[in-house]
């Protein structure tokens, strides 16, 4: 995919534009110039203003996935930066935040500026996410302050959950001198040992060994401890269970400062899609209950969990088509998200397209506290364009990421996203036209 | 194998597992057991049915009992068989399942059995094969072929399994066997109690329909039959049992327990059995245990299911 250079002057003409946070929910005209939006309404184009007719397509502030794996560096066959971009551009998100379980492992402060430099060429912002610990193995704590003046915007050891409560304590209270976020993957490892899909009927069913959701609900309930007490900033990735969304909402109103993130997947998906053993649904946390995942509907409907992140994690054919127990964890999300969320979310009332926007929008970008875009005057171009009524099925032979490990594949989603205008920039599955 | 598919008497190409499997089908296997149990009671116990049908057996976890079943049932049955067993074969060479099943597609082989450690695995199989593929042991996922034996030891003995009352004992958690006996039973109209310790107890289980008990006295005063599971031995070492001592103290079965019983249940076991652990010799060898026939009706449950999903028209 290679991004377009956009005209001086630009005018976005019949689109819907969506802007939670200024009460704007309209259909009008988008006047761009140069990288600012110039006009929000009604734009009398004049003679040397080139248009593009969105025929509907909803315009709103940029999504930014807190929770993307771009494998670059160590796994490049897997993914690159360049194709996470990709994906990301086709799934309309304008900016993600790499994790750093990379090879080497993002926790030093060269390797992270490499990440953003390498990033630089796609109108997709990259940022790192910093390791909490030296090669992620839960002893020394990185040198939190050099990699957050390198760009890091959080510090997780994602994929391995900070089995020392000291050093995580730790992690928690160095973190108050760079004002990022602690990521924590709670899993408590001796409890999830061995496991390959929740613990359940669907488990036992399938002969499977299961991933308990007590492994979840005990790591985070240590972990808001750890918060409560040391005054840290907690951040919960992909939560699952409706035990974990408890004990978050609680420490919440006593304080604690947490925030949360929900996948996709965990919202649109349970258990009963392992049926069939296809690795695809294999991932970490597991797919849960039903009863889950319509807590985390809640949550994300009244703000406990403020961000929703696809944890998309690509992996090649040989890690994925193997026997179950034999695949590695992990599932595709970038460009599946807009759209389960759109059809499944605001489709079946269970989100207003504002909370929707919010929640991929707003949410993520002040849990980091990076400034949020907005669809006025004078402010950056940032934009998300997705079509609510476009109708299409996941094909997998179409990713534009270089992976095919989505649990979605061959599902009909109604509504789509096209792609993104970054600055004076262009990028997307279809391609702009003026 | 040009024959129609049409009018199988299966629904499935495949026998992945008893999961699903209609009560009617499972009675046609076994009726069909029971006709292929006439041949071994034969002085010359061979018939031509598979002739130039080739049967792969794939044993990727070490079995004695259950491959040289199907060897006989194939032997039997005059099909030809290729042994491919995990040690001095390529996989431990590193070759993918995938690798495996495209090398056996390319050979042509038209019966593939499998045993796995992986769930699934003969589903992977299945899906990628024009093969018939026969579940012999995957993971703790199912084990169809022992339970349609146990089904028949049991039918033969009681006549009909309808209203049965069969408990099932030990590490229901890691048993395969126990999996497809709980959907073979529930099928055929049986009640089905597990018993065991809480350890080796899978969540959720009573889902499935059944009793489920940590007394072992219990079921033996409800049951008609006790499928005594064979005990890994490696158990202990995950926490999951203090000691085999104490299992057998508590769980084993013997003479003396069976004796508080008003009437001694019919004693069934997969093999092979851990004198003195799970059940005492006494008892294995007792006129109560039928473990022996489960033996002579593996061989015939197999030549059965070879016969009714590569050549099913010698039986319509």
């Given amino acids: 995919m290679e991004s377009y250079i956009l005209p001086d002057r630009l005018c976005l003409k019949n689109a819907r534009l969506i802007d939670p946070a200024l009460n704007l929910d309209q259909v009008g005209d988008l006047l761009l110039e140069r990288g600012i939006i110039t006009s929000v309404g009604s734009v009398s184009a004049s003679g040397n203003t080139l248009s593009w007719n969105l025929n509907g397509a909803i315009i709103c502030p940029g999504f930014f996935d807190l929770h993307v794996h771009l494998r670059e560096p160590g796994n490049e066959v897997a993914e690159t930066i360049r194709s996470g971009q990709e994906s990301a551009a086709a799934g309309g998100f304008t900016a993600v935040a790499a994790m750093p379980n990379t090879t080497p492992p993002l926790d030093q402060a060269g390797v992270v500026r490499w990440v953003i430099e390498q990033a630089s060429f796609f109108p997709v912002s990259v940022y790192p996410v910093a390791a909490i610990t ?79 959701r007590i492994s979840e609900d005990v790591a985070t309930l240590r972990d808001l401890m750890l918060a409560e007490y040391t005054g840290g900033r907690l951040h919960l990735a992909h939560v699952s ?69 696809t944890d998309h994690a690509p992996h090649t054919s040989e890690d994925k088509e193997v026997p179950y127990d034999e695949a590695s964890f992990g599932a595709l999300g970038l460009e599946t998200a807009v759209a389960l969320l759109w059809d499944h979310g605001v489709g079946k ?83 702009p036209k003026f | 194998m040009d024959h129609e598919r049409k009018n199988r008497p299966l629904t499935s190409r495949h026998l992945l597992g008893l999961e699903g499997l209609a009560a009617e089908e499972i009675k046609t296997i076994l009726d069909a057991s029971e006709a292929m149990k006439e041949i071994l009671d034969r002085p010359i116990k061979k018939v031509p049915t598979l002739r130039g049908v080739t049967v792969v057996n794939l044993f990727f976890e070490a079995s004695t009992r259950t491959r040289i079943s199907f060897e006989l049932a194939e032997k039997r049955l005059s ?190 076991h997969p093999g092979p059995i851990n004198r003195g652990v799970e059940i005492e010799s006494a008892v294995a060898d007792s006129d109560a245990s039928v473990i022996l026939d489960q033996v002579t009706n593996g061989v015939a449950v197999r030549m059965a299911v070879l016969v009714l999903l590569s050549a099913p028209e010698v039986l319509m």
């Fill in chain 2, 79 to 268: 099909a030809d068989l290729v042994n491919f067993t995990k040690i001095g074969s390529s996989v431990s060479k590193g070759e993918t399942l995938l690798d495996t099943a495209r090398n056996i597609e390319a050979m042509r082989v038209e019966v593939v059995v499998i045993r796995h450690q992986s769930p699934g695995a003969p589903g992977f199989l299945a899906d990628r094969l024009h093969s018939v593929v026969i579940n012999a042991g995957d993971g703790a996922h199912e084990h169809p072929t022992q339970a349609l034996l146990d089904m028949l030891t049991l039918r033969q003995k009681f006549g009909d399994l309808k209203g049965l009352r069969v408990a099932i004992l030990g590490d229901i958690s890691h048993s395969r066997v126990a999996m497809s006996n709980v959907y073979g039973l529930k099928a055929m109209g049986a009640e089905v109690m597990l018993c065991g310790p809480p350890t080796l107890m899978p969540r959720n289980i009573d889902a499935l329909g059944v009793k489920v008990s940590y007394k072992v006295d219990e079921a033996i005063a409800w049951a008609d039959a006790l499928n005594v599971l064979r005990l890994q031995l490696e158990r202990q070492q995950s926490a999951l049992l203090p000691s085999l001592r104490e299992y057998a103290l508590t769980f084993g079965i013997t003479l003396q327990r069976l004796g508080k019983a008003k009437r001694t249940p019919v004693i069934l």
């Fill in chain 1, 134 to 212: 030296r090669g992620r193995k839960g002893e020394e704590l990185t040198e939190m302050v050099e990699l957050r003046q390198s760009g890091a915007i959080a510090f997780s050891d994602d994929g391995s959950w900070v089995l020392s409560a000291e050093v995580m304590r730790r992690a928690l209270e160095y973190s108050l001198l760079v004002d990022a976020p602690i990521i924590s993957h709670a899993e408590e490892p001796t409890l999830s040992k061995g496991g390959q899909m929740h613990e359940g009927e669907m488990s036992t069913r399938l002969g499977l060994p299961g991933l308990p």
């Fill in chain 1, 349 to 431: 009332g269970l989100l207003d397209p504002f909370e929707m926007v919010r929640r991929f929008c707003h949410g993520p970008r002040a849990i980091v506290g990076l400034p949020i875009p907005a669809l006025k005057e004078g402010a950056p171009v940032e934009l998300t364009v997705f079509h609510p009524d476009e109708e299409w099925q996941v094909d997998k032979t179409r990713f534009y990421s270089k992976s095919v490990n989505s649990p979605f594949v061959g599902w009909k989603l109604t509504g789509r996203p096209w792609g993104i205008l970054k600055g004076q920039r262009w990028a997307g599955r279809v391609e």
């Fill in chain 1, 241 to 309: 269970t409706s035990g974990a969304l408890a004990a978050l909402e609680a420490a919440q109103a006593r304080g604690v400062k947490v925030s949360g993130e929900a996948t996709p997947h965990h919202l649109v998906l349970t258990d009963g899609a392992v049926v069939g053993y296809d690795t695809s649904t294999k991932m970490k946390p597991p797919l849960r209950e039903a009863e889950d995942a319509s807590s985390l509907w809640k949550a994300i409907k009244s703000g406990v969990i403020a961000a929703i992140a």
